[in-house]
């Protein structure tokens, strides 16, 4: 009768330990896929908030630049007009001044930049948006397959509600980054 008891108790302490192995297994399966949707949520955010202060630092340099380019061109008139109203040796030393200060003009050099960056970012964007709907979607995966979604529900995971990340705009957008067409 006491081996029967022994063996009866062998049998309830090895499922005991199989069930909280199992709930064990379910959690740590569970947390680990729950950082891997943080994770991924984060990148998303980091690479949105990049691609801020990317477009604004990136066309304020672009801007500046076309000014610098802007006034070297008009000093260059300038000196061309003084040139052919007799004033040369005056032409001659403005053009000089220009040429040491502004070697070579590169204002188109600087958009085509600017336009390589931001594809690039928005690149990026994309991959990692699309990681973090991988993430959601093996995440709920997990909580909704059985045997494991049922032990994690008992445990009050839920799948994450979401509708998965898209590429639209927000609207607070950049726009207009150059300024007006006047010269602004």
Same mark, same amino acid.
């Given at each position: 009768m006491k081996k029967i008891a022994l063996i009866v108790l062998a049998i309830v302490a090895a499922l005991v330990l199989m069930i909280a192995a199992a709930f064990i297994s379910a959690n740590n399966r569970a947390v680990s896929a729950e950082e891997?949707?943080?994770?991924?949520?984060?990148?998303?955010?980091?690479a949105e908030k990049r691609r801020v202060d990317l477009v604004y630092n990136l066309a304020d340099a672009v801007k500046s630049y076309q000014n610098y380019e802007g006034d070297t061109l008009t000093r260059?008139?300038?000196?061309?007009?003084?040139a052919a109203s007799g004033k040369v040796e005056q032409a001659q030393v403005a053009l000089? =001044?220009?040429?040491?200060? /502004?070697?070579?003009?590169? *204002?188109? %050099?600087n958009y085509k930049q600017l336009m390589t960056e931001l594809a690039?970012?928005?690149?990026?964007?994309a991959q990692y948006r699309n990681n973090y709907n991988q993430q959601v979607r093996a995440y709920?995966?997990?909580?909704?397959?059985?045997?494991?979604?049922?032990?994690?529900?008992?445990?009050?995971?839920? =799948?994450?509600?979401?509708? /998965?990340?898209?590429?639209? *705009?927000? %609207?607070?957008?950049?726009?207009?980054?150059?300024?007006?067409?006047?010269?602004?």
């Amino acid at each position: 009768m006491k081996k029967i008891a022994l063996i009866v108790l062998a049998i309830v302490a090895a499922l005991v330990l199989m069930i909280a192995a199992a709930f064990i297994s379910a959690n740590n399966r569970a947390v680990s896929a729950e950082e891997q949707v943080s994770s991924a949520a984060a990148d998303v955010q980091v690479a949105e908030k990049r691609r801020v202060d990317l477009v604004y630092n990136l066309a304020d340099a672009v801007k500046s630049y076309q000014n610098y380019e802007g006034d070297t061109l008009t000093r260059i008139t300038q000196a061309r007009a003084a040139a052919a109203s007799g004033k040369v040796e005056q032409a001659q030393v403005a053009l000089n =001044a220009v040429a040491e200060q /502004y070697p070579e003009l590169k *204002a188109n %050099e600087n958009y085509k930049q600017l336009m390589t960056e931001l594809a690039l970012t928005e690149n990026q964007i994309a991959q990692y948006r699309n990681n973090y709907n991988q993430q959601v979607r093996a995440y709920n995966k997990l909580v909704r397959s059985f045997p494991t979604g049922f032990l994690l529900r008992v445990m009050n995971y839920q =799948a994450i509600e979401t509708t /998965y990340a898209d590429y639209d *705009a927000p %609207e607070d957008a950049p726009q207009n980054l150059f300024g007006d067409s006047d010269g602004d």
